[in-house]
């Protein structure tokens, strides 16, 4: 394996075949050359790179539980400024975190926010795999509507996910963030691109990254990158970001294929195929035009 | 502030009129802590109130984190800690509850912070009073618990506390009664800073995060094979506190002139009969151990300031010769035993085959005052033999 990939997170660490975490990861601490440490929250990505006695990190971190990564970033921030004060350590880190969109949307969102607003100087980074996939793939407020998961299957009297995912973006772009993007693991160099710039601001910033789950989304190991760029190219998962309140997209597809496209690459989402469900699809497709279409504006504004 | 400087036998030492708040926020200051992660909650408030007004007349260089509940302050505490910081914080009932995943966390990294409980009891009903369910409730969670009765030793056991944590790797407690002990103006003889400074040394941990140079991964993974060693190390280690905490506390009596042990014990030798308790009520049981030893009573009193880890051998010891006791809790434990009352028949059964009858009385709740006649009635009810299984309640 490429050493400069390896530099950071080491090969040896357990993700599933086919998992697009470790990319993500490296990509975003590929792209500073100044020291890291990273905190973690419980998920996926902390599960197979530190059981015990083993470790992948080759940099300094921390995992402490599942709901609260901002919050111990927040501490590490606050030791790393006083004891660069005094003298005690010389050398600045680049503080990131890492959590997945359970860590994230749900359970950490309080000290998340909390985090966003104190000001300190650190950069998170959402994997949004749409569910709680290290547990098995329950719903989570990330998951898509009409999606199927263990614990809001679709059945004879579901269709999956009655509800609309939460719209993370807009909620920390309220917190008046500087920097926040949204990514794609199979578009790496807008990830490390963003990710760069997002390292280079003083204070919080944020990266919502999606990370299409072999696993739980039901498609073969092999495909994870062509799902994340039919996540793009059906306008499911525009590129945009947000800096200092201003728009820009990065990438959207301005003859978007329909997004049956996206939809019927995954099992979770096959039972939308059926002629009873045709209004669910329609229902996705809507809110995925309607979400550019805000994007479109935002920029003009 | 009253504030005068004594000198007394080459000792120098202040006597301010504090509160019991304010005698931790001094503490703390002079401390020197890094880091200070905290959320307002009654009665804790005075703590952080004081120390936030010393950071903003620059009495103290602590990083302060308005963190935006308990559960992120103890979260960031692990973080700063964890980082290499010194770090502390402080809070009551149901902030403590709020903490109390991360509590077990911060003790199985063996991260060594220092927290003040104000103890207060836990909702619902809802209560913002003195009592210990709260720190009862954290028992088992890996952290030191001390508890003191007063605002001076609030203050004295703060220092205790952070060496022991910070010579030992683990976390520890410093108790205070809530509004008893919080907020009670009291005299308390402060040290000199420079002695304080002494005293408490430098924080220098052998690992910690940002050291850039020797990166390490904190909050591993143990499966079946792995756990169950790391707790037994967690518990071995434990079990050497004991000692490090009256070294400690000799040291402390050098700086300080003041002495302190694993508990207190009041005209004891002789005593027939004896109470155990914990917190500020000890002050108003050794006044009617003084009373009733003037009637001639041969009765004495036991206050425990190391009640985490146990001193079972040491209480057993202790309170071997007596042959009547009564445990006064001020928390429940409900569908069972009392806390302290569970740990003194504990203590005892190792000690001695003796038959010892032993009381449990429940007293204090939701800050419910407890006065001399209360504790009177308690000898009294070991004088008469008015002793059972049942639990009886101080109202």
Redesign the interface.
Known sequence: MNKKLTEKLASGHSTCAGCGIPAIVRTVLGATDEPVIVANATGCLEVTTTIYPYTAWKVPYIHNAFENAAATISGVEAAQKILLKKGKIQKKAKLVVFGGDGGTYDIGLQSLSGALERGHDFLYVCYDNGGYMNTGGQRSGATPYGASTETEPAGEQSFGKAKQRKDLMEIVAAHGVKYLAQACVSNLRDLEKKAKKALEIEGPTFLLVLQPCTQVWKFPTSQYVSVGKLAMETNFWPLYEIEDGKYTINYTNPNPKPIERFLETQGRFKHLFKPENKHVIEEIQKTVDANVERLVNKVKE | MIHKTYSIQNTKYNILALTGGAAAAEALRQMEP??M?VYPITPQTPIIETFAKMKADGKV???I?????E???M???????????R?VTATSSQGLALMH??LY?AAGLRLPSLMYVSSRALSAPLNIHGEHGDVMAVRDSGWVQIFSENAQQAYDLGFIGLKLAEKTRYPVIAVMDGFHTSHTTERVEVLEDADAKEFVGEYSPEKY????ED?????????QN?YFEFKLDQEKGFSKIKNEYKKICSEFRKTSGRSYKLFDSYKLDDAKEAIVILGSTAGTAREVVDKLRDEGRKVGLLSIHLFRPFPYKEVGKELAHIKKIAVLDRAMSVGAYPPLYTEIVNSIYHATSRKIDIASYIYGLGGRDTFQKDIEKVFKDLEEGEISEKIKYLK
């Open positions: 890094d880091v992660a260089e602590t990083e984190i308005q963190v935006e509940s559960h992120s302050a979260s960031a505490v692990v973080g700063a800690q964890a980082a290499g910081a770090t995943e991360i966390i995060l940002l050291n850039l990166p390490i991964s904190l909050g591993a993974l143990a499966l792995t």
